[in-house]
C-alpha cells in the first residue's frame, strides 16, 4: 500500500521560517509533489521533486530524500496569505497522485 | 474556459438518485482525474483517464462511473447516491511531463441526504 504522513497543523508568525515534513510508506514510488489550498478551494500545485534533493521556487523550497522516504516543504519569509492547507502528494509508477492527509498552516501577525 | 471548469458549484441530493457532476478542461490535457475530498482525509482518487477513450480506477472507485467520449469532457456519474458520498469533489487535468502538475478545477460541493 501507499500512505503519506505529514502533521496536522502547524503555527508559525509572519516573517518566520516553518518546515512541514511528509514521510511516505509505499512501493514502486517516484516523486514526491506539493500543493497549496486556500480554504477549500482549488488545490494548486507548488512543487515536485523527482530526483533527491533541494528544489527552490522564490520563497518556498521543496526537499527529498528517497532512501529516508522522507521529504519536507520549507515556507520562508512567512506572510499572511500563507496560511493555507498543504498537502504532500507521492507518484506512483502509474502516475497517479497518492495524497497526505493535509496540513493546515496558521500564519499569526 | 480557461483551466478547468466544473458543474454545478454545490448539490444537495436524495439518496437514490442519480447524478452526473460534469467536467471540462481547455488545456487539451490528455490525462484526467477526480478526487474527492473529505474532512482530515485529504483528496483520494475516484477514477482516472489516461486519455480520450480510456478511463482507471482510482482509490475508492465504488459507487462511481466515468466515461471519456473526448479529450476535454470527463463527467463523474453517481448511479444511485448514498450519505457516504457526501463530500467535495474535484476534478483535475494534467499533461505528461516532468513536473507532472495537476491542476484542479474549483470542486462541487454535494450533499447526498
Known amino acids: 500500500g501507499q500512505s503519506l504522513e505529514q502533521p496536522s497543523e502547524v503555527t508559525a508568525v509572519e516573517g518566520a521560517i516553518v518546515q512541514i515534513n511528509c514521510t511516505y510508506q509505499?512501493?514502486?514510488?517516484?516523486?514526491l509533489s506539493w500543493y497549496q489550498q486556500h480554504d477549500g478551494g482549488a488545490p494548486t500545485f507548488l512543487s515536485y521533486?523527482?530526483?533527491?534533493g533541494l528544489e527552490e521556487t522564490g520563497r518556498f523550497s521543496s526537499f527529498l530524500s528517497r532512501s529516508d522516504s522522507y521529504g519536507y516543504l520549507l515556507l520562508q519569509e512567512l506572510q499572511m496569505k500563507d496560511s493555507a492547507s498543504y498537502f504532500c502528494?507521492?507518484?506512483?509508477?502509474?502516475?497517479?497522485?497518492?495524497f497526505g492527509q493535509g496540513t493546515e498552516l496558521s500564519v499569526k501577525p | 474556459i480557461a483551466g478547468i471548469t466544473q458543474a454545478p458549484t454545490s448539490q444537495i441530493l436524495a439518496a437514490g438518485r442519480r447524478m452526473t457532476l460534469r467536467c471540462t478542461q481547455d488545456?487539451?490535457?490528455?490525462?484526467m482525474y477526480w478526487y474527492r475530498q473529505d474532512l482530515g482525509l485529504g483528496l483520494r482518487l475516484i477514477h482516472y483517464?489516461?486519455?480520450?477513450?480510456?478511463?482507471g480506477k482510482g482509490e475508492v472507485p465504488d459507487g462511481y462511473s466515468v466515461s471519456r467520449a473526448n479529450t476535454d469532457d470527463f463527467p463523474l456519474t453517481l448511479a444511485s447516491a448514498v450519505p457516504s458520498q457526501t463530500s467535495v469533489y474535484f476534478c483535475?487535468?494534467?499533461?505528461?511531463?516532468?513536473?507532472?502538475?495537476?491542476?484542479f478545477g474549483p470542486g462541487t460541493r454535494l450533499t447526498v441526504l
Open positions: 483535475a487535468s494534467s499533461e505528461a511531463g516532468e513536473n507532472n502538475e495537476q491542476f
Open positions: 509505499t512501493s514502486g514510488f517516484y516523486g
Open positions: 521533486n523527482a530526483l533527491d
Open positions: 502528494a507521492g507518484y506512483n509508477q502509474g502516475g497517479k497522485l497518492i
Open positions: 488545456m487539451r490535457h490528455n490525462a
Open positions: 483517464s489516461n486519455t480520450a477513450g480510456t478511463t
